[in-house]
């Protein structure tokens, strides 16, 4: 069961494969190899990977800043 504060809008799934994706590359370029993800660096370092309904609607996104082959402050986002 979910937990009553996660967005029922998100894909529980989708976000699980994001996390296990920043989980898995090793430098900051893998996410470029991705698909099926809209990836973004919007600062240095800083990537933003964004969550979808049916591959077209954004709902959110999963944020993380990426040193040394991991990813830290990861966020979950939702959108309005």
Known sequence: MLNPA?????GIYEVVDILNIMDAVEQATDF????GFKID????????????????????SVTCYF????????NL???D
């Open 41 to 60: 660096e919007y600062s240095p370092d800083n990537w933003a990977v964004t969550i979808t309904v049916n591959s077209v609607e954004p709902v959110g």
């Open 32 to 35: 470029e190899f991705l698909g």
């Open 67 to 74: 040193s040394s082959g991991n990813a830290y402050d990861v």
């Open 77 to 79: 986002n939702t959108y």
């Open 6 to 10: 996660f967005p029922s809008s998100l």
